[in-house]
Structure formats: C-alpha cells, structure tokens
C-alpha cells in the first residue's frame, strides 16, 4: 500500500501544478505556424488578428510561415507539437477539409490530431486577371476558353488549394478546358499573374486586394451572391457567366489536440474579442474578410460538414493531387 500513499500526494501535487500553469497563461510568447506563404490571405488576417490578442493578454504573438506540400508540412509541426497552448495553427479550409481529401497517405488526421479554437473569418474571392490580358470579366474568359480549349493557363496555390478547387469547378460549370499551374503558395501564384506570366487565377481578396487597387491586377469578377462594396464596379461571376457560381474560404485557429479545455477557451475567447474590436474588423472588410468567430464546436462542426462536402466534389470532378 506504501507506493499507493506515495502516488495519491503525487497526482496530487501534479493537479495542483498543471492547474497553477493553466491560471497563468500565457505566461511566454505564443508560437503560430501559418502553412501558407506570407502575405496570403490567411497570414494578414492572422497578423492583424493575433496583434490585436497580444495587446489584450500582453503576450507577444510569433507567426511562423511554413508553406509547402499544399500545407502538409507546416499543419504536422501543429499536430505534433506540445499540447500546451504555446504552439498553434491558423489554418484555412483548404488544410482542414480539401487537401485531406486529396491525399492517400497523410501523417495526421484533420479530426483526431487538432482541437478547433474559432472560426475567425471567411475569405471573400475573385477572378483575377493579368493587365495584358483583354478580360473584363468571367464571361471573356468562358468565350476565349471556348474558342482555344486547354490553351488559357491559370495559377494556383498548388495541387488541392483553393485557387485550384475553385477554378476546377469555375471550369466545370462552364463547360470549358484550362490548364493547370500550380505554384508553392497563393502569394506567387498571384505575383506572377500580375507580373503577365500566367494570364489568370482565382484568389482570396486578402492576397490581392492592394494589387488591385494599385491597378497591377485586374479583378474582373467576385464569387459572392452580390457585388461587394470595396469594389461596387467589378461584377460577380454568377451575373456575368454562370449564374449561381459561389465560392468562399475561411480562416481558423487551431491547437494540438490534448490542449487543455481551459486553455482552449481562453484563446477561443480572445479571438472573440480580438475580432470584435472595431479597427480590427474594418482593417479586415477592407481586405475582403467577413468577421466569424465561432465556438469550438462550431468549428469542429463546420470542418466535419466541408470534408465531407469535398469528399464529394473531388470525386464528382474527378480532381487528382497531380
């Protein structure tokens, strides 16, 4: 009986500690592995949002871009990292419900391997053209895609991103035929459709928002049900081409899963907090961001219901990692 009466004191004792380190968090920098490459959508918003957390738990906040392998690699170091609060993901969909879907062997699980925090905002998108191009706007391109099958080339992010799901399905309901040029992350894929070397591409507005406005890019539609009030000009796709085409992402932040409850509702509500502040939300409109915050069910919900989602689609198009 002697080493149980030793081992009660001891569990005990260790309660107690876990306890006192829970009450005191964060008690160092908190560490987010951003797998994407920076200056995308999801690592401003992750910047403007996490700047906004640390002056309200005076803690610094580090952003660590890990792009690469359409997110796998960085999205590991997440999943296996120590589940004490000090490392955490922020994530777009495409990580969470798309890639898994395109993948045979993946070293983590989307479900089993993350504990969701928040929703934090869903990415508006556009159709984006390069200035030497003559479209104005996705019927154009439906017509010279029409007129030269296979011979338009579109960037992408890389194999199972978003830009490549939404044009694979921008495709597929209009009948047409692209090719295919994926890049190591959204960021080059858009500079280099601005720079004239691939003609078209699909983004979230957050990547190429300043280009835009800057005239370095053309925004010649927008996947929302209507036009958006950053750009009153540019139409949306369903109004110039294929009427009921919508498409969205969304940004989320994550922590290995075995994070303490506690811990994880800390965070949940400082993203709650952070994004209801007034600045943070108008610097986040003006990208193209629409404010979400989310419980963790909620999000664990909402990841369940997109894989299966695009499970489905992935099959029904019949779209291969490449």
């Known amino acids: 009986m002697r080493p149980l009466r030793l081992l009660v004191p001891a569990l005990a004792l260790l309660a107690v500690s876990q306890a006192a380190a829970q009450n005191s968090y964060p008690d160092r920098p908190i560490k987010m592995i951003v797998p994407l490459a920076a200056a995308s959508a999801v690592d401003v918003a992750a910047r403007i949002v996490t700047q906004k957390m640390a002056d309200n738990m005076g803690q610094q906040f580090v952003i660590l871009n890990q792009p690469g392998a ?27 419900t798309m890639v898994p879907n395109l993948q045979s062997k993946m070293r983590w699980d989307t479900l089993k391997d993350f504990e969701p925090v928040s929703l934090v905002a869903t990415v508006e998108w556009g159709l984006i053209a390069s200035t030497t191009t003559s479209f104005k706007s996705a019927a154009d391109l439906i017509a010279a895609a029409k007129a030269a099958p296979g011979k338009i080339d579109y960037a992408s992010g890389g194999p199972g991103s978003p830009q490549h799901l939404a044009m694979a399905m921008f495709a597929s309901a209009a009948g047409i035929t692209l090719t295919h040029v994926p890049y190591k992350g959204a960021t080059q894929a858009a500079t280099d459709v601005a720079a004239g070397q691939v003609p078209v591409g699909f983004q979230g507005l957050g990547t190429v928002a300043a280009l835009v406005r800057g005239g370095q890019l053309r925004l010649i539609g927008v996947t929302t049900e209507r036009r958006l009030a950053q750009f009153p000009d540019v139409p949306t796709v369903s109004e110039s081409g294929l009427p009921g085409f919508l498409f969205n992402s969304w940004f989320a932040i994550v922590a290995p899963t075995g994070t303490p409850r506690e811990i994880v509702a800390r965070l949940n509500a400082e993203v709650v907090k952070a994004v209801g502040d007034a600045e943070v939300r108008r610097k986040l409109d003006e990208l193209g961001f629409a404010v979400r915050a989310s419980s963790s069910d909620e999000l664990r919900t909402l990841t369940r219901e997109q894989l299966a989602k695009y499970a489905r689609l992935i099959k029904e198009m019949g779209i291969a990692s490449e």
Do not use: C, H, K, W
């Open 70 to 96: 359409s997110g796998l690699i960085g999205a590991e170091q997440v999943a296996r990292a120590e589940p004490d609060g000090y490392t955490i993901g922020g994530f777009n969909d495409s990580i969470m």
